[in-house]
T-cell receptor, first 114, second 117 residues
Framework: QKEVEQDPGPLSVPEGAIVSLNCTYS??????FMWYRQYSRKGPELLMY????GNKEDGRFTAQVDKSSKYISLFIRDSQPSDSATYLC??????????????FGQGTILTVHP | DSGVTQTPKHLITATGQRVTLRCSPR?????VYWYQQSLDQGLQFLIQ???????AKGNILERFSAQQFPDLHSELNLSSLELGDSALYFC????????????????FGEGSWLTVV
């Protein structure tokens, strides 16, 4: 079983829809949670960063972390065709032995059609 | 543009050969990370260097090695290449050695596409 599970999709939604992306994890030591967006043949770019449980909002993006359920989500409001990309969740226990290691989910391929 | 520079962008080589991938971190970043991305395994952490010293090691094969030089650039050496080594290799960098604040999150380069034939 992988430490981080993410449904690869693909997910196809109409422009303007609310998109929900999710990851589950098994390592209770994870404390830092990130969402990256990766366009085709490009490097992942950081979208959201969250520490521990709770919600964080940044423009059209909202990240949620539920450590009790080991479940994190990314919501995209008013989705745009430019949001079409692969979304990767990533996690770290930072202060543990893994130092700077990020553990990634498989990524969800999202297409927003006009 | 993340500020992390990787060369070459694309590389095609034969099985059994050796290649070197190069990375220049963002200005001011002391940590360099190498990740491998393949279709079946996703993004996998290989190794981390901080200010010239190895800091953390992931599932890096013995055929692979890396180093960080005094000017902070890093090289990933892949030897005795196999078909299964074909992947996108990312370099990333961050300010410090440990993740834990937004300031010390990691930023990825555009990657080096390696195709082994």
């Amino acid at each position: 079983q992988k430490e981080v599970e993410q449904d690869p999709g693909p997910l196809s939604v109409p422009e303007g829809a609310i998109v929900s992306l999710n990851c589950t994890y098994s390592n209770s030591a994870f404390q830092y949670f990130m969402w990256y967006r990766q366009y085709s043949r490009k490097g992942p770019e950081l979208l959201m960063y969250t520490y521990s449980s709770g919600n964080k909002e940044d423009g059209r993006f909202t990240a949620q972390v539920d450590k009790s359920s080991k479940y994190i989500s990314l919501f995209i409001r008013d989705s745009q065709p430019s949001d079409s990309a692969t979304y990767l969740c990533a996690m770290s226990d930072a202060g543990g032995t893994s130092y700077g290691k990020l553990t990634f989910g498989q990524g969800t391929i999202l297409t927003v059609h006009p | 543009d993340s500020g992390v520079t990787q060369t070459p962008k694309h590389l095609i080589t034969a099985t059994g050969q050796r290649v070197t991938l190069r990375c220049s971190p963002r200005s001011g970043d002391l940590s360099v990370y190498w990740y491998q991305q393949s279709l079946d395994q996703g993004l996998q952490f290989l190794i981390q260097y901080y200010n010239g010293e190895e800091r953390a090691k992931g599932n890096i094969l013995e055929r692979f090695s890396a180093q960080q030089f005094p000017d902070l650039h890093s090289e990933l050496n892949l030897s005795s290449l196999e078909l299964g080594d074909s992947a996108l290799y990312f370099c990333a960098s961050s300010v410090g050695p440990e993740l834990g604040t937004k300031r010390n999150t990691i930023y990825f380069g555009e990657g080096s596409w390696l195709t082994v034939v």
